[in-house]
């Protein structure tokens, strides 16, 4: 038998369809209705990259899986989940998997792809259970998120799906500092794009949100902290190129003795 680790370090792998990068980028602005909701000990200052937030993940992965063993039987289910069984069948390819055009196309992926892998690893290491909601918003909201993942019916993560044109040009212009989030509309992308992680967060006071288009990723972690007697709240971010992109995301780079400050 096999150690469900090492299977998954060695074939978790999904396809890299086609993405078009050329369509219009753009995003919605928070909603300052929302922002109103946001408890002030829930609200984020600042956006910090963190280069090592992939890396603390992946070994609290090795750490909760530990030693379990796979039977034979259950990692050849598994590694249907993956690539390249996942992309085809006893009919043939799946030409789901052959480009990624648009946002609608991305949450198709990400719900035969990852969402799939998820509930088959969960189920597998201890009959846990996976689900997710779509289309979340708090009572008396206005937004929505696209993906709440649950687990035995526990909130753990939170998921919005977008162009894979907006996930590079974000990729691209990450800044190589920290910077300040701030409540406003008409702010450039970057800024605009992290507000409202930051508020989607803070609004369901949950720690993690996952940026997608399938193809690319960056990881965010909301946590508050308490300086000095005063809550000071930061959304660290982390690129990732885990589903093995030729091109991947380059992290910027970020120390605590960085100014603040968004990059041009």
Known sequence: MSRLHDVLVEHAKFPFPHPDEFRPVNTTDISYFEVGLLRQDWRAKYAVQDDALIRKLCDSLQTILGDTLLAADAENHLLANFSPRLQSDVYGENEEWFENPSEVQ??????????RAARAC????????????????????????????????????LCEAKLPSVMRKVGKLLP??????????????VPKIFAKAALY???????WLF?????????????????????RGEVFYGPTDWLGSRDPLTPARYTR?????LDD
Do not use: P
Request: net charge neutral; proline share 0%; charged share 25%.
């Open 201 to 207: 967060l803070g609004l369901r006071q949950m720690e």
């Open 176 to 189: 190589q500092r920290g910077f300040e989030l701030r409540w406003i509309h008409n702010q450039s992308l």
């Open 106 to 115: 991305s949450r198709t992926l990400l719900e035969l792809g990852v969402y």
């Open 122 to 157: 969960l189920s597998i290491f201890g009959d846990h259970r996976f689900k997710t909601a779509k289309e979340h918003s708090i009572e008396g909201g206005t937004s929505r998120v696209d993906y709440v993942v649950l687990v035995d019916n526990d909130r753990k993560v």
């Open 257 to 261: 003795d960085s100014s603040f400050g």
């Open 211 to 231: 940026l997608t288009c399938h193809n690319y990723w960056i990881v965010c972690r909301l946590v508050i902290s308490s300086i000095s007697s005063t809550e």
